[in-house]
């Protein structure tokens, strides 16, 4: 909007300090209007009043800068107001949530999150405000899957041969992407298309980008996941897993980076995913309704004010907001300098052992996210209370469902976990 404005300047500032006032609504729009209202009166007449003749360009230019200003101005604060986002901070509880979604943020190579709980618990608030939460990403400007300009395994196919043939690619940056999945999202709309059409006739590979691509570097929210269509769910698991996807049509295959953090929610009374769909998300979190009838009034009440005023809500919160983020930040620098110790990795691979655990997945997982709390925590070395923490969330959906057990699997895990590390 404010590059289309400043094209339009030019005819603006003419001579006639009046034409130039006349114009501003219609140069501008419903932005430039917010603009408008927000600059005194005379403000677009003031650069001209007492400029000689010869000065009149230097006139026009600092006429044509301040609108621009004012244009970023209210841009930035409707962008701040058009959909406010709960602080991360705020909210109350669920800590194994926040915990297992930290976790994957700082290591996304954990795989994901399944989040299951009763409605109404916040699930959704609580992704939406992780994502807000995090720092901006360095991109190729321009480019629809946010190529990194410095990792070669998270650049396109064309910007890696831009690079290769010299080429100097814009950068820029952006807030890391949230993308929320639909239920009813065909699989075109989330691997994305090739334009056979023009393919044929131009002798070029027209793909349009999809969901995955958006998601590259971010976050892919599916809400109801145990609602999606098994096929999706298989593409996005395979996606998640592999870090690219491919999309073939008529004899013509194009692939692209797609690395996000796949965080599915749901409600067991509607359903639960297939075992071996379930076991392909890294971690677990089972979260249930605050008891608590202080913690419920606490809730109640933060979420009022936040309704009221968010804007000043936010600001409360913000120094909390940026020292969690720090932290976040702080903490992917140092993960690659935690060691696990190699007898913790033997009794990590016993408790798995134990209890029965198809494959190798929730040893790796279970590795990935003892270093991450460690970081988190501001450590390099490992102790035994980490893996403690996070082991019920890497292994509880693994194990095989006896229908008359009487123990929680995530206690069952606790129980086998203390045994071989001698903590009884």
């Known amino acids: 909007m404010a590059a289309s404005t400043s094209m339009r300047a030019p005819s603006m500032a003419c001579s006639s300090s009046s034409r130039a006032l006349s114009a501003r609504p219609v140069a501008a729009g419903r932005l430039g209007r917010v603009a408008m209202r927000a600059m005194p009166q005379r403000a677009a007449v003031a650069p001209f009043q007492g400029c000689k003749p010869a000065l009149r360009g230097a006139c026009k230019v600092s006429a044509v800068a301040a609108v621009a200003e004012n244009l970023a101005a209210a841009k930035a604060a409707i962008d701040s107001q058009a959909r406010p986002i709960f602080p991360f901070t705020a909210i109350v509880g669920q800590e194994e949530m926040k915990l297992a979604l930290i976790l994957n943020v700082i290591d996304p190579k954990i795989g994901g999150v399944m989040i299951m709980g009763d409605r109404g618990t916040g699930k959704s608030t609580t992704i939406r405000a992780l994502a807000d939460l995090l720092p901006e990403i360095k ?32 950068v820029g940056s952006m807030k890391i992407p949230m993308v929320d999945l639909p239920l009813g999202a065909t699989e075109d709309r989330v691997c994305g298309t090739i334009d056979i059409e023009k393919a044929l006739t131009e002798g070029v590979k027209a793909f349009e980008p999809g969901l995955l691509a958006k998601a590259n570097r971010g976050i892919l929210y599916v809400d109801e996941v145990n609602l999606l269509d098994d096929h999706l769910v298989d593409v996005l698991l395979d ?110 691979s016993q408790i798995c052992s134990e209890l029965n655990v198809d494959g190798i997945r929730g040893d790796i997982v279970t590795n990935r996210a003892a270093k991450a709390i460690a970081a988190f925590e501001g450590r390099t070395d490992i102790a035994v209370e980490d893996i403690y923490r996070v082991i019920p969330l890497c292994l509880r959906h693994r194990l095989r469902k006896d229908p008359l057990a009487d123990i929680d699997s995530g206690d069952k895990v606790r129980e086998v976990f203390k045994v071989v590390f001698g903590m009884e």
Request: proline share 7%; aromatic share 6%.
């Open 139 to 170: 991109v190729v400007d321009k480019d629809p899957f946010n190529s990194d300009p410095d990792d070669p395994e998270l650049m396109s196919e064309e910007v890696r041969n831009r690079i290769k043939a010299g080429e100097q690619v814009p």
């Open 239 to 348: 996606s998640a897993a592999s870090g690219w996807n491919t999309v073939e049509r008529e004899g013509i295959s194009i692939s692209h980076p797609a690395r996000f953090i796949l965080v599915g929610s749901g409600n067991p009374e509607e359903g639960e995913l297939r075992p071996q769909l379930l076991d392909r998300f890294g971690m677990h979190a089972q979260i249930g309704t605050v008891k608590d009838p202080e913690l419920r009034v606490q809730i109640v009440a933060e979420r009022s004010t936040f309704d009221e005023d968010p804007a000043t809500f936010r600001t409360k919160y913000e120094d909390r907001q940026l020292a969690l983020t720090q932290k976040i930040v702080e903490a992917r620098q140092r993960l690659k300098g935690v060691q696990i110790p190699y007898d913790f990795r033997v009794k990590i």
